[in-house]
């Protein structure tokens, strides 16, 4: 029995060291493992900790590299940053440091049409740049510690141009520059003179006889002047301008026999409203020698004829209270009337734009009357304008009939001059500006290529006036070099008419009550052979470096009728310079075929043709006018970058 229980005690111990050592054989790798793994991982953590360091490290150098100039981070690539002097540098490639390599990767920024970033499509942003900064290492454990970020180019730069002197350093084409407020670019007006400087240089005409000049018209080449308004003089008087330096002028005809209280002329034809009660209207021929009656119009009743206006083959006539139409599909004989309207008033003056007659008034609270002349033989009054003055002597339209300018008589406590919104034909029109005369008494009215109208009359300080209309609401007497401008007549000025000839000279012709020299010649300007439409290109802006050109603001004044547009370019340097930079134009949509109506945001396009960025830049003003007698005016224009 003692044997047996031996027996089994040592197989018992055999079990248990056999379970021991089983145990053993788990536990003691794991633990080994654990002790070597915690040495391991120490020594990992700490590699991270001195990785993490260089790549933050890189971070700020890159973006004091930014801080300091857009185009040490502007070039896609790998680098790695190097002390250089005081501050840091990117070299190319990668860098190894203690067993650690360090690089940084540039690439570009796209982004969608709302300015989100996109992985892919979208368009180019060259003012961000994506910025990965990658530390890696091999032992203990092959790791890396990355580090992404984008930089943004927030430093920005303007460029502005505004006075003269920055304009004449552009390239004109049929644009002037002026300095009426400090600097501006505006379509030629022909002339060589200045309109806000008047003189009376050029030789005056003594018109036959002694009678008093009360009526002027002109086209280009010629003048016709009315000098019958009493006994002394001869009813008609046909002047030829002589487009000479300066021009002369020499009586080639007259015609006597009435009053004349109005003209008007043709190439061929001259048109009096005359005293005539049989002959209302009078026809001359200019084609014999002497003139000779060709026909005329007898308007029913007794009365005057007041005015007279010509379009195509209709005539229009104004007597006493009444506008009438008369056929002129011939000049001969005894002409037709086609039509008439009662007006509110006594017809002062009537003028003829496209299907509307402008009659100014006398007589009446109302100072002008509107009157729809589609068809010649039923007319109807369909527009008014009351602009509380004086009775109306007469009034002026503009080519495209959505501005009349009115002349009233002198009144101490109103204005003389209104400009009357007459884009709608229908109903009371409104008056968008006004400006007294300072006591003269005005007698005609005219407007003149480059945003000016002339008024002329009698008394006052100054007879003959030339006023600024760039800005409708305020209408001012125009001012160069520090006088006004506006002339002294002693004897009073009793009407005006301008003509701007095909080879952009621009004259007024005014007659006057001078029993010597009735009809005097007033060079205009500022200059230029007049346009219709021109362009400006702006010098060069050379940013010295690759930039981004992110918007333009430009300013502009802009009567009724006329545009400014512009485009915009951006260049590469050529051999280092913006001297031989190509330039390609283009409009919102990065093509030459638009055009900004305003100051915008600049396109981004990486060419070829127009680029931006870019380091060169320039803009492009396209100017334009559907009305000779205005003309847009371009101001200023600032250009922001981001070098």
């Known amino acids: 029995m003692a044997l047996l229980h031996w027996l089994n005690n040592r197989g018992q111990l055999l079990v248990e060291l056999l379970v021991a050592l089983g145990i053993s054989a788990i536990l003691i790798p794991a633990i080994t493992t654990g002790f070597v793994a915690s040495r391991q991982g120490q020594a990992q953590q700490q590699q991270r900790l001195e990785a993490t360091t260089l790549a933050r490290e890189a971070g700020e150098a890159i973006r004091i590299l930014k801080e300091a100039s857009w185009a040490n981070v502007s070039v896609n690539g790998t680098y790695h940053p190097a002390v250089s002097g005081s501050t840091w540098s990117l070299v190319p490639g990668a860098e190894t440091i203690n067993g650690f390599s360090r690089v940084i990767e540039i690439t570009d920024v796209r982004r969608d049409a709302n300015g989100a970033i996109v992985e892919s499509g979208g368009v180019l942003d060259p003012s961000t740049k994506h910025i990965t900064a990658t530390v890696s290492w091999g032992t203990p454990i092959v790791s890396a510690v990355i580090q992404p970020f984008y930089l943004t180019r927030i430093t920005n730069a303007s460029w502005v141009q505004t006075t003269q002197a920055d304009f004449d350093a552009g390239t004109k084409t049929g644009v002037i520059t002026t300095n009426t407020s400090g600097g501006e670019v505006t379509l030629g007006a022909g002339g060589k003179a200045d309109w806000c400087a008047p003189n009376l240089s050029i030789d005056a005409l003594d018109l036959p006889k002694s009678g008093v000049a009360n009526a002027i018209t002109a086209i280009e080449g010629r003048v016709f002047a009315g000098t019958g308004e009493n006994s002394s003089g001869v009813s008609f008087a046909n002047v030829t301008i002589a487009n000479t330096d300066p021009p002369t002028a020499v009586i080639s005809g007259t015609f006597d026999g009435y009053k004349t209280n109005g003209v008007f002329g043709e190439t061929n034809y001259a048109y009096l409203a005359t005293d005539n009660n049989t002959k209302e209207i009078e026809i001359i021929n200019l084609t014999t020698n002497p003139y000779s009656e060709a026909g005329y119009f007898d308007a029913p009743g007794n009365g005057d004829g007041n005015s007279i206006f010509v379009l195509g083959n209709v005539g229009y006539m104004t007597a006493a209270d009444k506008l009438y139409t008369f056929d002129l599909s011939s000049k001969t004989g005894s002409r037709t009337q086609l039509g008439s309207v009662t007006l509110a008033g006594t017809g002062a003056k009537v003028f003829v734009v496209g299907n509307y007659a402008y009659v100014a008034l006398a007589g009446v609270a109302q100072e002008l009357q509107i009157v729809n002349v589609t068809n010649p033989s039923s007319l109807s009054v369909v527009g008014q304008a009351d602009v509380n003055g004086q009775a109306a002597a007469d009034v002026f339209v503009n080519a495209s009939g959505t501005r009349a300018y ?215 003003v396209f100017l334009s006018t559907t009305d000779q007698s205005s003309a847009p005016i371009f101001t200023d224009i600032t250009v922001n970058y981001s070098p």
């Open 406 to 620: 009115l002349a009233t008589g002198a009144d101490p406590s109103k204005s003389e001059f209104f400009i009357i919104d007459t884009s709608t034909k229908i109903g009371s029109r409104p008056s968008v500006g006004q400006y007294n005369a300072n006591g003269m008494n005005p007698k005609g009215v005219t407007v003149v290529p480059g945003n000016k109208a002339i008024l002329v009359g009698t008394g006052g300080t100054q007879q003959y006036q030339v006023i600024d209309i760039v800005d409708e609401t305020q209408p001012v007497q125009c001012t160069s070099d520090g006088r006004s401008g506006g002339l002294v007549v002693p004897t009073g000025v009793r009407g005006v008419a301008s003509v701007l000839e095909a080879d952009g000279d621009a004259y007024s012709y005014i007659i006057t009550g001078d029993t010597s020299s009735e009809l005097k010649i007033i060079e205009g300007g500022p200059g230029g052979r007049y346009a219709a439409n021109g362009t400006f290109e702006s010098s060069t802006l050379d940013a010295t470096m690759s930039a981004a050109f992110n918007r333009f603001a430009a300013n502009a004044t802009l009567p009724p009728g006329t545009t400014i547009e512009y485009q915009v370019s951006g260049a590469d340097a050529v051999s280092g310079s913006c001297t031989g930079a190509v330039f390609t134009y283009v409009g919102p949509d990065g093509t030459s075929a638009t055009k900004f109506a305003t100051g915008s945001a600049t396109p981004l396009s990486s060419g070829p043709g127009y680029k931006n960025p870019a380091r060169c830049f320039r803009y492009k």
